[in-house]
């Protein structure tokens, strides 16, 4: 399987397909394709992703033996 990818935008429920694209998607016409929707979202992602990788590299800076200091 091929992965065509491109940049596009939704107009009335209607994926608008780049010039640039059309000729090479030609040769499917008929044909049953798959179709993946991926907003772009890149403060939201981009926060999640801050955040899990934060919380990691927070944990990962301890070891077991810094456990001692848990209790004071």
Request: charge should be negative; avoid cysteine.
């Amino acid at each position: 399987m091929k992965a065509i990818e491109f940049r596009s935008k939704l107009s009335h429920n209607r994926i608008l397909i780049p010039k640039t694209m059309q000729e090479e998607l030609k040769k499917f016409d008929e044909k049953n394709i798959r179709v993946m929707i991926l907003p772009d979202e890149i403060d939201v992602d981009n926060d999640l992703v801050l955040k899990q990788t934060t919380a990691l590299q927070f944990l990962n800076g301890y070891a077991d033996s810094d456990s001692i200091y848990d209790n004071y």
